[in-house]
C-alpha cells in the first residue's frame, strides 16, 4: 500500500493554498464561503463541458492531446468569465439594496434613522466583504479547489489503495503522486491570480467602453494593463495564454523524464503569473471611485452626508 | 417519518398580521409607523427588492446549514467506505433486498431492472407517504403522547440497534476485540444519552443534540445505501418527487403538517429538525433591531406599547396583593393617568395582572364564572379591585383562589413600557415578557396554585432561540444517501455530489428568501445529484483518467 505519510505529504502539498486560504480567509465570512461554493460550481460545469467535447472527439475518433487539453483551457476560461458576469449582476442587486436603504434612511423620520443606522452598519459590513480583491480570492479558491480536487483527488484517491507507489516514465525519480502533487500546486496558485485577473478584466469591460478609460490612467509598474477596456482584455488574454501555456508544458510528461522540463517550467510560469499579476493591476486593482459601478462611492457619499467629520475618500 | 421543508419560522411570521411577505421588511415597517403611509423609496420593484436584511439572513442562514450538512455527507461517506468490505456489502444487500423489495431485481443493469426499481420505490414511497399521513393525524388530534411516544421509540431502535449493527460491523471489519458486556454498555448508553439530547435537551450542550442528530442521519445513510444501486438512484428520485408534491399541493401530508405547526398553540415536535444558529448580526427579516417602540412583534398577536422592566433574578414571583411594592419589574403606570395616548389590552391571567400591578379594566366573559365565585376568606366578591387602577372592577377579588388567580382578566399595558405575548411552548401555554425594544426579558407562566413562575432568559439564549434556521432530518439523511453511493463508485463522483446538493441547498435558500414560505428542501438538490453523478462517470471520469495518465494536466 502506499505509504502514508507519501499519501498525506502529497495531499498537504497539493491542497495547502486551498486549504489554507479557505481556512483563514473565506471560512470566517458567510458570503465568500458562498462565493467559493458557486466558483466550484462553475468549475465543476466547465469540467464537464469540457470532458463531454473531448467524448464527442473520441467518438470519432480525434482521441489526441489536442482535444483533450484545449477543450477543458477554453471551457474553463469561458465559465470563469461567466462566473464574473454572473457576480457582476449580484453585486448590483446588493448594490440596489444598499442605496434603497440609504434613501431610505435619508428620508426617513428620526425614529427611522436609529433603526436606519444599524441597518446601514449592516450594509457598511456587507458591502466591505464583497469587493473585487476579496471575491477574487474566495473565487479562485473555489476555483481552483475544486480543479485540484477533481484531478489531483481522483489520482489521490486511486492511489491510496494500491500497493506498492506508482513512477511512471516522465518521472523515474520521484513517485507519480508527488509529481502530480506539484503539478496540482502550481495549477492551484495561478487558478487564484486567473480568477483574480479575470475579476479585473471583466470589471473593466463593464466599465469603460471602447476607447474610454479612466481618466487617471497612469500606466507604470502595478498598472501596466491600464484602467481602460484593452487592459481589461489584456488582463484576460494574458489568463487564456498562461493557462493554454501551462497544459502545454505538462505535455512533456509524455517523453521520458519529462518531468524535468515539465516542472521547473510550471513553477516559472507560476512566478510569471504572478509577477504579471502584481506588475500589471497591483495598484489600480480595485475599481475607480468615481466610477458608477463603485459599492465603495456609495459608502463616500452617505459617509459624507451623514457622519461628522467625513473620511477622506480618493476624491478627496 | 421524513418531514424535508425549510422552517423559516414561518409560525411567527405567518400569524403577524404586519409582516407583508413579498414587500420586504422596510415597506412594512413604514405602514406600521405611519398608519398606512405609502412607500416612501419609490425605488422597490415589485418582486424584485431585498432587503439587506434579508441578504445578510440568506447567506447567513446557507453559511449555518451547510456545516452540518457538509459533515453529515462527508461521515456518510467515510463510514460507508470504510465500515465496509465485500462480505458486509453483500451480506446487507440480501438483506434490504428480503426486507423492502416487493420485485426483486438481479443488478444486471437494461430497461427491466430499471423498471422493476422504479416499482420498488413507489412502494416504498407509498408506504412512507401512509405513514406521513397517519403523523400529520396524530398531530392534528394532538395525540402527543402517543406521537412523541412512537418518535422516541424509533429513534431509540435507530440509535441502538441500527447504530449497534454499524458498530458491530466496524469491530467486525477492523478486526477490534471488544468483550459483549462492554459492547452493550456503550450501545445502552449512546441511545439513551442520544434519545435524552434529542428529546429532552434541558441541561444537555446544544452541541451534543446536533452530534446526536448527524449520528443519526449517517448511521441511516449508512443502513439506506446497502440498497443496491438502481434501487438507491430510483428511490432517491421518487423521494424528491414525493417531497416535491408532499410540501407544495394543497393536499401533501407536510402541508397539513406544516399548516399545522404553524398554529399559534401548536405543540412542538422535537426530534425531527436540525435547528443551526445565525450570527447575531443576520436577524430574520421582521425581528427587530432595537428600535423603539418595535413596531413587530416576533411572536404575532397584537402590538402593545412598550414598558421599562427591570431585571429580576428571581425564578419565582409570587402572586402577591397589591401592598405597593410587589416584585414588579414594570414601572409602576399608577403613576399615569391614563390621559393621552393608552397602551393597549391584553388578556392575562389575574395572578400575572397582579405581579405588575396591572390594572384590570374588564373580566372577559370566559372569565366572569370563575370570578364570581367566592374568594377563600372573604365574605364574597369584594367592592375594592386587587389593583389601583384607573377603574374599579367589582367582580375582581380581594383575596382570589387559585382557579381565580388562572383565570383571565383584561389589563392596560403601559404605552411605552414592554408587552406581554401569549406564546406556546411545549404544548403549555406561557406568556413571553419582552421589554421596549422588543427583546425578550423572561417567560411567566402560572401554576395550578396560582404562583406565578418566571423563567429568566440570558440574552444569547434568546438570540439561539429566536435567530436559527431549521432544516429536515430527513433531508440530511437522504442527501447523505445519495453522496454515499456515489462515493462507493469512485472519488469523483463523491466530490460532484457534494459540491451539487450544497449547491441545490443554496438554490432553495434562494427560493425561499423570494416565495418565504415553507419549501421542499430534496428536489433540487437531489435532481441535481442525479443529474451530475450520471454525467460524471460518463464524461468527465473518462477524461480525468485520459490526462492523469502521463500525468498532464489541464
Not at chain 2, 200 to 224: E, N, R, S
Not at chain 2, 521 to 545: H, K, N, Q
Amino acid at each position: 500500500m502506499t505509504s502514508f505519510p507519501l499519501l498525506l505529504g502529497c495531499a498537504l502539498v497539493a491542497f495547502g493554498p486551498f486549504m489554507s486560504l479557505f481556512f483563514l480567509v473565506v471560512y470566517q465570512k458567510s458570503q465568500l464561503v458562498i462565493i467559493v461554493t458557486t466558483s466550484a460550481f462553475f468549475f465543476l460545469v466547465s469540467a464537464l463541458a469540457g470532458s463531454f467535447v473531448w467524448w464527442l472527439f473520441a467518438a470519432v475518433g480525434l482521441d489526441d492531446l489536442v482535444s483533450l487539453l484545449l477543450p477543458g483551457v477554453l471551457s474553463q476560461f469561458i465559465f470563469r468569465c461567466c462566473f464574473v458576469a454572473l457576480y457582476h449582476k449580484v453585486e448590483k442587486v446588493v448594490r440596489l439594496c444598499i442605496e434603497q436603504e440609504d434613501a431610505r434612511g435619508q428620508s426617513g423620520t428620526n425614529q427611522d434613522l436609529e433603526e436606519y443606522d444599524e441597518n446601514w452598519t449592516a450594509a457598511a459590513k456587507l458591502r466591505l466583504q464583497i469587493n473585487d480583491a476579496s471575491c477574487g480570492v474566495a473565487a479562485g479558491v473555489g476555483f481552483g479547489g475544486m480543479h485540484a480536487i477533481m484531478l489531483y483527488g481522483t489520482l489521490l484517491a486511486s492511489e491510496s489503495g494500491n500497493v506498492g507507489v506508482l513512477y511512471q516514465e516522465s518521472c523515474p525519480d520521484i513517485p507519480s503522486l508527488a509529481q502530480s502533487a506539484v503539478y496540482a500546486l502550481c495549477f492551484s496558485i495561478m487558478d487564484i491570480f486567473w480568477m483574480l485577473l479575470t475579476f479585473f478584466g471583466m470589471r473593466r469591460r463593464l466599465l469603460y467602453h471602447r476607447g474610454r478609460e479612466f481618466e487617471d490612467n497612469i500606466r507604470g509598474f502595478g498598472s501596466y494593463f491600464g484602467n481602460s477596456r484593452s487592459g481589461g482584455n489584456l488582463a484576460l488574454m494574458f489568463v487564456l495564454l498562461s493557462h493554454l501555456g501551462s497544459s502545454i508544458v505538462t505535455v512533456a510528461s509524455f517523453f521520458e523524464k519529462g518531468c524535468y522540463v515539465t516542472i521547473p517550467s510550471l513553477v516559472g510560469i507560476t512566478l510569471f503569473t504572478a509577477y504579471t499579476f502584481w506588475a500589471g493591476t497591483a495598484r489600480i486593482y480595485m475599481p475607480p471611485e468615481n466610477s458608477d459601478q463603485s459599492i465603495s462611492r456609495t459608502a463616500s457619499r452617505v459617509e459624507a452626508d451623514q457622519a461628522p467629520v467625513p473620511r477622506r475618500t480618493r476624491m478627496d | 417519518m421524513t418531514r424535508s421543508r425549510y422552517s423559516d419560522h414561518d409560525r411567527e411570521e405567518e400569524e403577524d398580521p404586519g409582516y407583508a411577505r413579498s414587500e420586504g421588511i422596510f415597506r412594512n415597517t413604514h405602514q406600521e409607523a405611519d398608519g398606512g403611509s405609502a412607500d416612501d423609496s419609490g425605488v422597490q420593484e415589485e418582486g424584485k427588492a431585498l432587503s439587506v436584511s434579508e441578504l445578510l439572513y440568506s447567506s447567513s442562514s446557507y453559511y449555518a446549514i451547510a456545516k452540518p450538512v457538509s459533515m453529515t455527507m462527508m461521515l456518510s461517506a467515510l463510514s460507508v467506505v470504510y465500515i465496509n468490505n465485500e462480505e458486509t456489502i453483500e451480506n446487507g444487500e440480501a438483506a434490504m433486498a428480503n426486507a423492502y423489495q416487493v420485485f426483486s431485481t438481479d443488478g444486471s443493469g437494461g430497461l427491466d431492472t430499471l423498471l422493476l426499481s422504479f416499482a420498488n420505490s413507489i412502494v416504498m414511497v407509498s408506504v412512507i407517504c401512509m405513514m406521513t399521513f397517519v403523523i400529520v393525524l396524530l398531530y392534528k388530534f394532538k395525540c402527543m403522547k402517543c406521537l412523541i411516544g412512537y418518535m422516541i421509540f424509533c429513534s431509540a431502535t435507530l440509535l441502538g440497534v441500527l447504530g449497534g449493527n454499524l458498530f458491530q460491523t466496524a469491530l467486525y471489519v477492523y478486526h477490534i476485540p471488544m468483550d459483549i458486556i462492554s459492547y452493550y454498555f456503550f450501545i445502552y448508553n449512546f441511545c439513551v444519552v442520544g434519545v435524552a439530547s434529542v428529546f429532552w435537551g434541558q441541561g444537555i450542550p446544544k452541541y451534543i443534540t446536533q452530534a446526536y442528530l448527524i449520528a443519526t442521519a449517517v448511521i441511516l445513510a449508512w443502513h439506506l445505501s446497502y440498497f443496491d444501486s438502481w434501487t438507491t438512484w430510483s428511490l432517491l428520485t421518487m423521494l424528491a418527487l414525493y417531497d416535491l408534491c408532499a410540501v407544495l399541493t394543497p393536499c401533501g401530508p407536510l402541508r397539513f403538517l406544516v399548516d399545522l405547526m404553524s398554529k399559534d398553540d401548536a405543540p412542538e415536535m422535537p426530534g425531527l429538525l436540525y435547528e443551526a444558529e445565525l450570527p447575531p448580526e443576520a436577524r430574520r427579516p421582521g425581528m427587530p433591531r432595537g428600535a423603539k417602540g418595535s413596531k413587530n412583534t416576533n411572536y404575532g398577536g397584537k402590538q402593545y406599547g412598550s414598558r421599562n422592566s427591570r431585571g429580576s433574578d428571581d425564578d419565582e414571583i409570587m402572586a402577591s396583593r397589591d401592598d405597593g411594592s410587589g416584585n414588579s419589574g414594570v414601572m409602576d403606570n399608577r403613576s399615569e393617568d391614563g390621559s393621552g395616548e393608552e397602551g393597549p389590552l391584553i388578556d392575562i391571567p389575574l395572578a400575572i395582572a397582579s405581579v405588575y400591578n396591572l390594572p384590570v379594566l374588564v373580566i372577559p366573559h370566559h372569565s366572569l364564572a370563575t370570578m364570581s365565585q367566592g374568594s377563600g376568606g372573604s365574605d364574597g366578591p369584594s367592592n375594592s379591585p386587587l389593583l389601583a387602577s384607573n377603574g374599579a372592577n367589582p367582580m375582581v377579588p380581594e383575596n382570589p383562589t387559585p382557579a381565580q388567580l388562572r383565570a383571565e382578566v383584561t389589563v392596560r399595558l403601559p404605552k411605552d413600557g414592554g408587552r406581554i405575548n401569549r406564546v406556546a411552548k411545549r404544548g403549555k401555554k406561557v406568556y413571553l415578557e419582552t421589554d421596549r425594544q422588543g427583546k425578550p426579558k423572561r417567560i411567566l407562566w402560572v401554576d395550578r396554585t396560582g404562583k406565578v413562575f418566571a423563567e429568566m432568559r440570558g440574552d444569547d439564549e434568546d438570540m439561539d432561540e429566536q435567530n436559527s434556521i431549521r432544516l429536515g432530518l430527513g433531508d440530511f439523511i437522504f442527501y447523505s444517501v445519495l453522496v454515499a453511493k456515489a462515493a462507493q463508485y469512485s472519488f469523483a463522483t463523491f466530490a460532484a455530489c457534494i459540491l451539487v446538493i450544497l449547491a441545490g441547498l443554496g438554490g432553495t435558500l434562494v427560493l425561499l428568501s423570494v416565495y418565504h414560505h415553507a419549501l421542499p428542501a430534496l428536489p433540487i438538490s437531489i435532481f441535481l445529484g442525479v443529474v451530475f453523478y450520471v454525467f460524471t462517470r460518463v464524461f468527465m471520469e473518462p477524461w480525468i483518467a485520459q490526462v492523469l495518465q502521463k500525468p498532464y494536466y489541464v
